[in-house]
């Protein structure tokens, strides 16, 4: 073992590294031909290949080919070192080098071979060359090393099995025996090991692994990993249970709180309070252990304990407020990442009278923790000003002290983010609210992020008591800063104008000297509004400034193409393109659900969002004829057409186009012994309606999904667009081996399957767009568009919140002006709506709620279309 050891110059040496140049290092693979082999010249060059490969130097084919081959005359050498390095090597290179099939008796002569140092290294080596067919050829290998009393040979044989079943299921499946008996191996990594190996195996199957977790949770197993990997398994059955929880598997999981081993102790009082159906008095035990581990002097245990605290503050709140002493005692931890943890805690917990004393703690050591941790304290400071809207003035302050601090985009970012939340939920904190943003961008060095501080102020401003004290921010920011800030400032001054009669003249001036900027984008974007805002027309400055063009900017992009390309004899119709989806109430719930994780991955959230109609409009393009319908204007959520038990499981989603409908029809086969062939979905469709085509789904194996298609025409008469049809599923089933999904023979029978009823909403033709200034849009429509009123009782309504929610979810429409929300105490409200329906046809409604025995509403609709304004109010009734 001393050739292990390293030498005293080869350590002082390490630092040569950081110079490597790629050429310099694969020149140096020459040495690997020598004859006798240098073991530690080879070593050392071995560890430069490696070290430039993990840096993210990038090796061509032909340079990695040429490197491996040279690397495999080193076989020869009997250095244990070096050896264990060429295994390394050949991982590495396996992925970039061609014909690594060459190594494959080498690695197996050493597989079983007698030297147990070579034995586990060259198992996870040959099984990064192989693939399914060559894993077979080793089988009988594999599952020997499996069972092989060396530990290490044994969890390397287990490893690599589970990296195999990527590319060969069916093969390692078969190891089942062997990986059974290795879960009863007294080594802890390699019985947590083989219990990876046996759940991976059965997964698919969910009554096999119920009894994979019977058994071992009436067994005692020696390894903590092993316990703490089945405690995960077994809370993952207990949330798929629909019922009450398994009784027999809580009290297992309960029972690992006792456990000898803190792990294990932690494990189970983490999966106790991340069920979903747990009694005050189950949860209690939980919080008690991660109670205790708060006070206990290893900071892991300290760290995983809050953390736990942290994420379950919200759903179990009265809970984690009992531990609240023990989170202050952490406050002024030494590891600044328990202490965010535990303020973070308290800030959701915490009481109202109590904001201002962890504001003062929370600002000690603010600047001392990293950007990513002040997220997380930013954005428990977002929920807690949501929770106390009160303390809007103190979170506010403290926000702008940190918003003047050092920091990178994303932390700047998610304070910005949390000020503007606070302005949008808060109509007292908004004139404070801008007044700090307006402080801010005079300083940011972040062009992003200005950019959206000027839309909110030109947004926003103009709706304050003194719009006039924000002209001079935004002004100067065309004086001073780049292009884009410049562009962007033009834009907000031109919302003062529009918006505020007052101001116009003076907008009018500041737009004029902006026509002289030296920036063509900057130039265009003022004579655009300064012309708009000379002829004093209200209904021009609602479309053309105060609501931006609400299309999709990817269709957009794809119809102008599309535009060029063709004869272009008519004209661009920008009613063609597709809106740009507005987010509902359960995408807002998910994404205030994530409020307040740590971000991991910054660059996922840059990317822009897709709609859901642009991710359908591909799919849905591969229809026969399908072009001739036009743009997707909308796809509705998944529609349940059978219960999620059931043998057949069968979705629907509605595309609406202007004039043709097309039902997507997702179906789900569960039964492993059935082939089903030529499935399609058969409909009574209600009278107007007329089958276009059906595309029905040619083949459906077992636990694969496929879809059918069909395409129907809008009637005539709008009236009959809201319909409900019939549905049954029909198929031709094969009979299959459950074991290779291959039909017994080609011999079919027809069967058909009762589907419930679907139903084509108003919703489902109606976009939601949002209206920025909705009074005058309506004052607007009052001259060009059709009107009519009706007064509707809603009986079964016992409240104004519950009628917006149902008023909002049955039209399918957009509140404006934060109208959905109803202050404490009223008795009467007004909602105000807006959307398009199929065809481009605006449509505005206000409904006037009064709250008695119960809810009375009086419901004005406008729109340019008289049908669509009737099919409106008599959906309603």
């Keep these: 073992m001393g050739s292990f050891k390293k030498e005293k110059k080869e350590e002082e040496d390490g630092a040569m590294f950081a110079m490597l140049?790629?050429?310099?290092?694969?020149?140096?693979?020459?040495?690997?031909?020598?004859?006798?082999?240098?073991?530690?010249?080879?070593?050392?060059?071995?560890?430069?290949i490696l070290y430039i490969l993990n840096q993210g130097e990038q090796l061509s084919t032909t340079e990695a080919t040429e490197c491996f081959f040279a690397m495999t005359k080193l076989f020869q050498s009997q250095d244990v070192v070096l050896r264990r390095m060429v295994y390394l090597g050949i991982k590495e290179l396996s992925a970039l080098a061609d014909d690594v099939i060459i190594v494959t008796s080498s690695l197996t002569k050493d597989m079983t071979g007698k030297e147990d140092l070579y034995r586990a290294a060259a198992i996870r080596a040959l099984c990064s060359i192989t693939d399914a067919t060559m894993l077979q050829a080793i089988e009988r290998y594999m599952k020997q090393a499996i069972v092989d009393r060396n530990s290490a040979v044994s969890s390397a044989a287990l490893v690599s099995s589970l990296h195999m079943m990527k590319k060969a299921n069916d093969v390692v499946k078969r190891y089942v025996n062997e990986a059974q008996e290795a879960v009863n191996s007294d080594n802890v990594m390699v019985q947590y090991h083989a219990l990876g190996v046996l759940y991976h195996i059965r997964k698919t199957d969910r009554l096999a692994v119920n009894k994979l977790v019977a058994k071992l949770t009436k067994s005692s197993l020696k390894s903590p990993y092993a316990v703490c990997m089945l405690i995960r398994?077994?809370?993952?059955?207990?949330?798929?249970e629909e019922g009450n929880n398994n009784y027999p598997f809580f009290e297992f999981i309960e029972s690992c709180i006792r456990h000898k081993s803190e792990m294990v102790i932690y494990e189970a009082a983490h999966a106790i309070v991340n069920l979903k159906r747990t009694t005050p008095r189950e949860l209690s035990a939980a919080i008690t252990v991660l109670q205790l581990f708060c006070g206990s002097p290893k900071a892991t245990l300290r760290f995983a304990a809050v953390r736990t605290l942290n994420q379950v503050?919200?759903?179990?709140?009265?809970?984690?407020?009992?531990?609240?002493?023990?989170?202050?005692?952490?406050?002024t931890d030494s590891n600044r990442s328990i202490a965010t943890l535990a303020i973070t805690t308290l800030l959701k917990t915490g009481a109202e009278s109590s904001v201002e004393r962890l504001m003062k703690q929370i600002s000690t050591f603010v600047s001392e923790i990293s950007d990513e941790f002040k997220v997380v304290v930013v954005q428990a400071i977002r929920a807690l000003s949501l929770k106390f809207p009160r303390k809007h003035s103190v979170l506010m302050s403290f926000l702008s002290a940190m918003l003047r601090d050092e920091g990178g985009l994303e932390y700047k970012a998610s304070i910005a983010d949390t000020i503007i939340t606070i302005i949008e939920d808060n109509p007292e904190?908004?004139?404070?609210?801008?007044?700090?943003?307006?402080?801010?961008?005079?300083?940011?060095?972040?062009?992003?992020?200005?950019?959206?501080?000027l839309h909110l102020l030109g947004k926003e401003g103009p709706r304050t008591k003194q719009p006039s004290r924000y002209i001079r921010f935004i002004y100067n920011r065309v004086i001073l800063e780049n292009p884009t800030f410049r562009a962007a400032a033009v834009s907000?001054?031109?919302?003062?104008?529009?918006?505020?009669?007052d101001l116009l003249d003076n907008i009018l001036v500041l737009l004029a000297r902006c026509q002289m900027d030296t920036d063509d984008e900057v130039r265009d974007r003022a004579t655009y509004y300064s012309n708009i805002l000379s002829y004093s027309d209200p209904g021009l400055y609602e479309n053309y400034i105060i609501q931006s063009p609400q299309v999709s900017i990817a269709s957009l992009e794809r119809s102008l193409r599309e535009y060029i390309q063709g004869d272009g004899l008519t004209a661009f119709d920008l009613k063609s393109v597709p809106l740009q989806a507005v987010p509902t109430p359960s995408d807002i719930a998910n994404q205030k659900?994530?409020?307040?994780?740590?971000?991991?991955?910054?660059?996922?959230q840059k990317k822009p969002q897709v709609s859901r109609e642009e991710n359908f409009a591909a799919k849905l393009s591969a229809i026969p004829g399908i072009q001739q319908a036009g743009s997707l204007f909308r796809s509705s959520d998944v529609v349940e057409l059978t219960e999620s038990e059931t043998e057949y499981v069968v979705r629907c989603i509605k595309h609406c186009y202007a004039n043709f409908l097309v039902l997507q029809f997702d179906c789900l086969n569960t039964l492993a012994d059935q082939l089903l062939e030529n499935v399609r979905v058969q409909l009574d469709p209600s009278e107007g309606y007329k089958i276009i085509s059906e595309i029905p789904c040619l083949k459906l194996c077992y636990n694969e999904t496929g879809s059918t298609f069909i395409v129907l025409q809008f009637p005539e008469d709008l009236s009959a667009s809201v319909a409900t049809f019939g549905a049954v599923l029909k198929f031709d089933v094969k009979d299959c081996d459950p074991s290779t999904g291959l039909p017994d023979s080609e011999d079919s029978y027809h069967d058909e399957y009762m589907l419930e009823d679907l139903e084509i909403t108003l919703g489902d033709q109606i976009q939601r767009v949002n209206k920025a200034n909705?009074?005058?849009?309506?004052?607007?429509?009052?001259?060009?568009?059709?009107?009519?009123?009706?007064?509707?009782?809603?009986?079964?309504?016992g409240s104004l919140e519950e009628a917006i929610k149902n008023i909002i979810q049955f039209l399918g429409l957009q509140p404006s002006e934060q109208t959905d929300r109803v202050q404490e105490g009223k008795t009467t409200h007004t909602l105000?709506?807006?959307?398009?329906?199929?065809?481009?046809?605006?449509?505005?409604?206000?409904?006037?709620?009064?709250?008695?025995?119960?809810?009375?509403?009086?419901?004005?609709?406008?729109?340019?279309?008289?049908?669509?304004?009737?099919?409106?109010?008599?959906?309603?009734?």
């Design 774 to 797: 909705w009074g005058l849009a309506w004052e607007d429509a009052a001259s060009n568009m059709v009107e009519m009123d009706d007064t509707y009782s809603l009986s079964t309504m």
């Design 429 to 453: 904190a908004k004139e404070t609210g801008l007044a700090h943003l307006c402080e801010f961008i005079e300083d940011c060095e972040h062009t992003s992020l200005a950019v959206r501080i």
């Design 313 to 331: 503050a919200i759903s179990h709140l009265s809970a984690v407020t009992a531990c609240n002493m023990d989170l202050e005692n952490l406050i």
């Design 492 to 501: 907000a001054m031109a919302q003062f104008g529009a918006t505020c009669p």
């Design 21 to 48: 140049e790629k050429t310099a290092v694969l020149q140096e693979c020459r040495t690997f031909n020598e004859t006798p082999v240098n073991p530690k010249k080879c070593t050392r060059i071995m560890t430069m």
């Design 832 to 877: 105000l709506l807006a959307g398009v329906f199929r065809g481009g046809f605006d449509i505005l409604v206000r409904a006037k709620l009064a709250l008695a025995e119960g809810v009375t509403m009086q419901l004005t609709v406008r729109s340019p279309n008289s049908d669509v304004v009737e099919l409106v109010t008599s959906a309603v009734g």
């Design 233 to 240: 398994m077994t809370a993952k059955l207990l949330e798929e």
């Design 593 to 604: 659900a994530q409020e307040g994780m740590l971000v991991t991955n910054t660059a996922a």
